[in-house]
């Protein structure tokens, strides 16, 4: 089974620190991404990476950045929190480009910003 | 753009009834459609797929077939359970990247 890790399950931040949030996938899979999800809006697409070095722009960009340095690595980046950015946020991973294939998503990192 | 809109819930219901969430997409061309769920505690957890029209996505008890001509993937299940219970989520796929548009999600709470 494909296994797709979050490294922390809870986040505490204050205003203005800058956040990493990290994400391990194990099945070799080239693409990742990284969603925020809030009551009544679903998930939204961050940001998402095809391959190693590789990103591209989601739907809801601003205020973060990522970092993709190893295959099986996808880290997302607050450069400044800000209390809006409080959510849950969830990564994925996926084989590219094969119609119908899913996404394998972890169990989520719940970030508060204070 | 693409967009997936899915029925507010919660949803309510009892032990063995039925349900149904409606869904309904948005998009050029022909994108593959989607249901997750995801229990609560834990992250989103593919339920069922169809990936082109007259499909029928099953799983687990739960169905839903790609109706091209109402732009609709509602989900169904016959007979509910209390492990039922969970958000379920409604999305769609274009061909680059499998970047997935899911819709608001839809909470369901079966009550023994």
């Known amino acids: 089974d494909v296994k797709v890790t979050q490294s922390s399950r809870y986040l505490v931040k204050r205003t203005g620190e800058k956040v990493f949030l990290e994400c391990v996938q194990d099945m070799d899979h080239e693409n990742m991404f990284w969603y925020r999800q809030d009551p009544g809006l679903g998930l939204r697409l961050i940001y998402f990476s095809y391959d190693v070095k590789m990103k591209e722009k989601g739907d809801i960009p601003e205020g973060y950045s990522v970092s993709r340095e190893k295959k099986e690595r996808f880290s997302l980046i607050l450069e400044s929190a800000s209390t809006n950015q409080t959510s849950m946020y969830l990564c994925a991973s996926s084989l590219p480009d094969t119609p119908g294939s899913p996404l394998h998503f972890g169990n989520g990192t719940r970030l508060t910003v204070t | 753009g693409n967009s997936v809109t899915q029925m507010e819930g919660p949803v309510t219901l009892s032990e063995e009834a039925f349900l149904t969430i409606n869904c309904t997409y948005t998009?050029?061309?022909?994108?593959?459609l989607f249901w997750y769920v995801q229990y609560p505690g834990e992250g989103l957890q593919l339920l069922l797929k169809?990936?082109?029209?007259?499909d029928k996505g099953s799983n687990k008890g739960f169905e839903a077939t790609y109706r091209k001509e109402t732009t609709s993937f509602h989900l169904e299940k016959g007979s509910v359970q209390v492990s039922d219970s969970a958000v379920y989520f409604c999305?769609?796929?274009?061909?680059?990247?499998?970047?997935?548009?899911f819709g608001g999600g839809t909470r369901v709470l079966v009550k023994p």
């Open positions: 999305a769609l796929a274009k061909a680059a990247g499998n970047k997935l548009t």
């Open positions: 998009a050029t061309g022909y994108p593959s």
């Open positions: 169809a990936t082109k029209a007259d």
